[in-house]
């Protein structure tokens, strides 16, 4: 039923996108340290270049990138999927307090110790989103009032709190570790990619090729759960049981990803943001460029954070911030609704 | 009469008890810690000083300043978060959730940044212009169209610009290598505080305190409403911009001497209004005492767990004190 217009528009402004992905992706693998120009790039890619140049592609370049595509799709997917059941544009897993859930689960994960380092990598993310789950339902549990059901508003304010107590009960467990642990998870709380490598590619991929064809598959419950509630209740939406599973995919989501790049925020903000207001609102439409777009602001930051001082590496999820929250406050300020 | 005359005697009773309670707690917090010290050597210290008993200098050089830090924190935040919930008539406002805290925090990352031995008095300075320009942010992007303060603009402007002033002091923080001092700070703790702090932060809390209690008439009749307040011939605008600047300015202090540490300015004026009702001349005293008591007793607390962060101490009290609120509804107060 989608209208066949919006349709082309919405194929003609993916293929802007991925286009623009993909010069991101070349100006992030050219750009660094060791100058790779575009040629030898390519060349490497399908296995022609020299030695050095393959190593360092495929050892190091390559796996951070495949790491900063996937976690920004997945961020910013998550992101759309929240702000629809939240029905708040301002929501995003970061504000909702699940990046801070994921974060405090791998502070307790790393304070008991004794992780085997091989099988470390393959839990993360799963604790991780235990984490971001447990605070989520947290959140839920708290903002459900018998007769009203779900406020959104107190949603987010709740969140808030739940993110504040989180990352204190984290900087808590911090004090008892040893040095390496503390930089560790500083490095993980200003959003470092620290896991750019071939295992956490194989570790981060399965979750995000299963959540995500779900949650396009749910495309039209969001958007009947985004419409007035009495209209999704006639429409025969369960919209609490509903609400629930989606937002546990999101927040599954969206911490196994903060497991890899760190507590990142701001992409499940712009990502959707910068989509709905290209092809509408309409999830079938704006769902896969949300994706390209989250990709894309993860990679001009990662690139913008590894490029810019020639002494340090700006931690990914500064740069993000730096950028991102600009956005939400500008957001807001236009949004004299809430 | 009778009964404003009881009223009265309830009133002094509550104070009564908010004063012991306090001295209470800043006594036990010298006695407690690492090293036992009993009462009859910490006057002895005070009164008789020895500096060449280790316990002397102990108590001196450490416990009491550490304490009096504690104490002079816990009045400025709540003495300040009261005069913000009164000027935005927001019952969730805090002085560190509307961005003073992490406007302080970034001005003064910068200022060790730039020179690390700078005076304490500077560093007050530059900590109040964090606040200003934090504060400032938070609340023009806060306000809503019909001249009020909604709750959750209010928050929300408070964490994106706190996520933003925080971002730009990690980069300046990495850029100029300083993070594990500045880790240390962003998580509270008044364990550092020296006697030069306290000589310069004393005068300064005081001070706007005492304006403070001298304007409270004003923030009583704010309280009631901005119309009914020009009604009874006030000049609105000056009391608010007065409170807000006083309340910055002690936010700001607060942080340089402990870093950021939030709920207390939240908790603290509900409680005491809570307990004398809403006439600003007795909320802003008792918040005072409360304040002090809640730090003074979190830090020790804080101590005896092994130097845990107070203000992860006090955010286990503050965050389902901020839930309930929420559950409440937000009212504004």
Not at chain 1, 48 to 53: A, I, L, S, V
Request: avoid cysteine; glycine fraction near 10%.
């Amino acid at each position: 039923m989608t209208n066949p217009r919006s349709k082309k528009l919405q194929l003609v402004i993916f293929i802007i996108f991925s286009i623009l992905l993909f010069l991101a992706i070349t100006w992030r693998i050219t750009a660094g340290d060791y100058k790779m120009d575009i040629y030898t790039f390519f060349k490497s890619l399908i296995g022609q270049g020299e030695y050095t140049d393959h190593l360092i592609l495929m050892k190091f370049r390559m796996p951070r990138m495949i790491i900063v595509v996937l976690a920004g799709m997945a961020l910013s997917l998550s992101g759309a999927v929240i702000q629809s059941i939240t029905k708040n544009p301002l929501a995003e897993p970061g504000i909702l307090g699940i990046n801070a859930g994921g974060g405090f689960a791998i502070a307790v994960l790393i304070s008991i110790g004794q992780v085997n380092p091989n099988t470390f990598i393959y839990v993360l993310p799963l604790v991780s989103a235990v984490g971001g789950v447990l605070a989520v339902t947290l959140i839920f549990l708290l903002s459900f009032n018998k007769g009203r059901g779900i406020s959104p508003t107190s949603m987010i304010l709740i969140g808030v709190g739940i993110s504040t107590a989180l990352s204190g009960g984290s900087i808590a467990i911090i004090r008892k570790f040893n040095e390496s642990q503390t930089e560790f998870i500083s490095a993980w709380m200003a959003g470092s990619i620290w896991g750019d490598e071939w295992p956490f590619v194989i570790a981060f991929l399965p979750w995000v090729i299963t959540i995500i064809p779900f949650l396009f598959l749910k495309s039209n419950v969001l958007n009947i759960i985004n419409t007035h509630d009495q209209l999704a209740i006639g429409l025969g939406v369960n919209l609490n049981a509903e609400r629930i599973v989606l937002l546990i995919s999101a927040a599954f989501l969206s911490s196994t990803a903060v497991a890899v790049v760190g507590s990142i925020g701001f992409v499940g903000l712009m990502g959707p943001h910068i989509a709905k207001s290209l092809v509408g609102p309409r999830h079938q439409l704006f769902l896969p460029i949300a994706l390209l777009t989250g990709a894309l602001l993860l990679v001009v930051s990662d690139t913008i954070g590894q490029t810019i001082m020639s002494t340090t590496a700006i931690p990914t999820g500064i740069v993000v911030a730096i950028i991102g929250a600009p956005y939400f406050l500008f957001l807001m300020y236009r949004t004299k609704s809430i | 009469m009778r009964s404003k005359r009881l009223a009265l005697i309830h009133t002094f009773l509550k104070f009564t008890i908010a004063g012991l309670i306090m001295m209470a707690l800043f006594l036990l917090s010298v006695v407690l810690g690492s090293a036992n010290i009993n009462i009859p050597t910490i006057f002895q210290a005070i009164f008789d000083f020895d500096p060449l008993n280790i316990n002397h200098m102990i108590i001196v050089d450490i416990r009491i300043p550490r304490n009096i830090g504690a104490l002079l924190v816990g009045i400025a935040l709540a003495v300040s978060g009261a005069g913000i919930q009164s000027v935005t008539r927001n019952s969730l406002a805090d002085p560190s959730l509307i961005g003073l805290s992490s406007g302080a925090a970034l001005t003064l990352s910068l200022t060790y940044a730039l020179s690390p031995s700078v005076p304490f008095s500077i560093l007050i300075l530059t900590s109040f212009v964090g606040a200003i320009i934090g504060g400032t942010m938070v609340m023009m992007i806060g306000r809503s169209r019909r001249n009020g303060f909604n709750p959750i603009r209010l928050i929300l402007a408070g964490v994106a610009v706190s996520a933003l002033l925080s971002a730009i002091s990690q980069a300046v923080s990495l850029y100029f290598r300083l993070n594990q001092s500045l880790i240390f700070w962003s998580a509270g703790g008044v364990s550092g505080t020296t006697w030069e702090q306290l000589y310069i932060g004393m005068p300064v809390v005081i001070m706007a305190v005492i304006i403070f209690f001298l304007m409270s008439r004003q923030l009583t009749i704010l309280n009631l409403g901005e119309s009914v307040a020009q009604g009874l011939g006030q000049n609105v605008k000056f009391t608010r911009v007065a409170t807000i600047i006083l309340s910055m300015l002690l936010a700001g202090i607060s942080v340089a001497i402990v870093g950021q540490v939030a709920f207390v300015g939240l908790m603290i004026p509900h409680i005491a209004r809570f307990l004398v009702g809403t006439d600003y001349r007795r909320v802003i005293p008792l918040s005072a005492m409360l304040g002090a008591s809640l730090v003074v007793g979190a830090d020790t607390v804080a101590r005896l767990m092994g130097e845990a962060p107070v203000s992860a101490i006090i955010s286990f009290i503050g965050v389902p004190y901020f839930l309930y609120l929420i559950k409440k509804g937000g009212k504004p107060i």
